[in-house]
């Protein structure tokens, strides 16, 4: 759904010292018997990372952090993990890398980063509408997080441009709920949906449906003068999208004395 492109920090992306091992295509779980120094266990990390062997450079990293957990390539290899799991679609891993990073660092320059993957890592997993919209919460939480702490930086303008695809996602998540109730009769509860896709995503695509589809339900529901305000609304604001014309023509058919106000 997203990039695949990152920028990783300058902090991470140091250059790295001749590399004194090759990349082993072994399981996550053989790494923890082979003891290395801390330097050689990150550049062959780096260099499966380089390979594109993502998934295992994510490992490869962890292990980095595992066998030298105090030293300043565990910092480095946490960030790098979080990347390459990400990078290998591996988001619930990217996740941790990035918390645990956060954990330890909470004051480091590089934060802001890290709370960067962490949200990509949960606005990846957003699922289509018909779906339960969990993550999409939770991508939203996590990108408003890095633009409350971090508002000046690249990452909090990219998340900005993220939290509203991810709000629009969520508004036509109610717009389906309310469709599905209005095709079944259930008149009040679609008009609730609908509802508040105008009161909490008024600045979404889906606005002008939704209060279109306000105006069927209320006629509906016999209380036109509600259905008025809603056209009100709808022809104030887009008057010259499709919905206005049809809220427009109902209002002329069920309703013509509130029509024309």
């Given at each position: 759904m997203m990039i695949k492109s990152l920028r990783v920090p300058a902090l991470v992306v140091l250059s790295t010292l001749a590399l004194a091992g090759c990349a082993s295509n072994k399981p996550k779980k053989d790494q923890a018997y082979i003891a290395r120094d801390v330097e050689t266990l990150y550049n062959v990390a780096k260099d499966t990372l380089d390979r594109r062997n993502y998934k295992l450079a994510g490992a490869m990293f962890d292990e980095v952090e595992r066998q030298h957990p105090y030293s300043v390539w565990a910092r480095r290899a946490q960030l790098m993990s979080s990347f390459s799991y990400y990078v290998a679609g591996e988001y619930n891993e990217a996740i941790g890398s990035a918390q645990r990073f956060l954990s330890l660092h909470p004051g480091s320059r590089e934060a802001p980063y890290a709370y960067y993957m962490v949200a990509v890592s949960y606005y990846e997993q957003i699922s289509g509408v018909e779906r339960d919209q969990?993550?999409?919460?939770?991508?939203?939480?996590?990108?408003?997080?890095?633009?409350?702490?971090?508002?000046?930086?690249?990452?909090?303008?990219?998340?900005?441009?993220?939290?509203?695809?991810?709000?629009?996602?969520?508004?036509?998540?109610?717009?389906?709920?309310?469709?599905?109730?209005?095709?079944?009769?259930?008149?009040?509860?679609?008009?609730?949906?609908?509802?508040?896709?105008?009161?909490?995503?008024?600045?979404?695509?889906?606005?002008?449906?939704?209060?279109?589809?306000?105006?069927?339900?209320?006629?509906?529901?016999?209380?036109?003068?509600?259905?008025?305000?809603?056209?009100?609304?709808?022809?104030?604001?887009?008057?010259g999208s499709k919905w206005y014309e049809r809220s427009y023509a109902l209002m002329q058919k069920h309703a013509p004395q509130l029509a024309s106000r």
């Open positions: 969990k993550i999409t919460q939770q991508a939203l939480d996590s990108l408003g997080e890095l633009i409350r702490r971090y508002p000046n930086t690249d990452y909090a303008a990219d998340a900005r441009l993220k939290v509203d695809l991810a709000r629009d996602h969520l508004a036509g998540k109610e717009m389906e709920i309310g469709r599905f109730y209005q095709v079944r009769g259930l008149h009040l509860a679609a008009s609730i949906r609908f509802r508040s896709v105008i009161d909490q995503y008024d600045t979404t695509s889906h606005t002008p449906e939704a209060l279109h589809r306000l105006v069927e339900s209320y006629l509906l529901l016999g209380i036109p003068e509600e259905a008025q305000k809603a056209a009100a609304v709808l022809g104030s604001n887009y008057p």
